[in-house]
């Protein structure tokens, strides 16, 4: 709503308001609307300057800053893109558990154009407890989910149970030195599930295992980030970014009649 007040630099009194609701919107370009022309008729008895006061009640202008300011991504900085970290992290009383998604790579290619070189990844870190609230980051054990694993994780039932091998030295010198098993199986009452991380390091004489029971809800949580980020891993994004309007066109007219048109137009 727009508030426009009149009043009189003369002797003569002539004081008035108008009140315009929903006034056009202003575009990008231009602050304020056209200026529009408002006639009084004039009078025989005195002359009378009049000055304009516009005032906007509107939140508008406000608002529509306030959101943008609250939902854009973090800004490039001049040396890259920002980085940023995210993960979910669950504390029980033995141990601690941390998800966090790692992206994929691309490499560039002759043309100009990148190919998908290595598929993104979800890290899991057990830390174990060194206290009450307290957990030993620096023992911490990591084993890298693929997306085909996860995959077996969001298919996974409430009575189902899943179990996966890593050796990260496999096809190198050091093959088999390292040993990483990690073991998803229902908890008895049926609550939820247990996490177990088994590791066998003979380079630095680890021997441990660490393990966690993660709540239906918070298995839930795990599998909705899982099956968002799961595009994301593979890259698929980048792909959906490039995609344009005039490309489908070009594919249009190599084919321009497909079998579902041919049928929904007998």
């Known amino acids: 709503m727009l508030n426009l007040s009149i009043s009189s630099s003369s002797s003569c009194s002539l004081v008035g308001s108008f009140t315009l609701q929903n006034p056009c919107v202003p575009s990008k370009t231009s602050f304020l609307p056209n200026p529009t022309t408002l006639k009084i008729p004039q009078t025989k008895f005195a002359k009378v300057n009049l000055s304009f006061k516009v005032k906007c009640n509107s939140d508008y202008f406000g608002h529509d800053q306030h959101q943008q300011t609250r939902f854009l991504p973090p800004e490039s900085s001049q040396t890259g893109p920002t980085r940023v970290f995210v993960g979910y992290t669950i504390y029980k009383g033995k141990a601690a558990l941390t998800v966090e998604p790692r992206a994929p790579e691309f490499t560039p290619l002759d043309s100009g154009a990148y190919k998908l070189s290595k598929e993104g990844f979800v890290l899991l870190q057990f830390a174990p407890a060194a206290g009450v609230r307290q957990y030993d ?54 609550s939820g599930h247990f996490f177990n991380l088994s590791v066998q390091n003979k380079l630095t004489n680890v021997d441990e295992s660490i393990y966690i029971p993660v709540t239906k809800a918070e298995f839930t949580v795990l599998m909705s980030a899982f099956n968002f980020i799961v595009p994301y891993l593979l890259g698929w994004h980048t792909f959906a970014n490039t995609m344009k309007l005039e490309d489908a066109s070009r594919v249009n007219n190599v084919n321009p009649r497909t079998g579902a048109e041919l049928e929904w137009n007998r």
């Not at 088999?176 to 049926?190: A, I, S, T």
């Open 137 to 190: 980051w620096m023992r911490k054990q990591v084993f890298s989910l693929s997306v085909s694993e996860m995959g077996n994780l969001i298919s996974l039932g409430a009575r189902d149970s899943c179990e996966f091998f890593h050796d990260p030295f496999k096809g190198k010198s050091d093959e088999g030195r390292v040993r990483k098993v990690l073991k998803v199986e229902p908890l008895p009452d049926g």
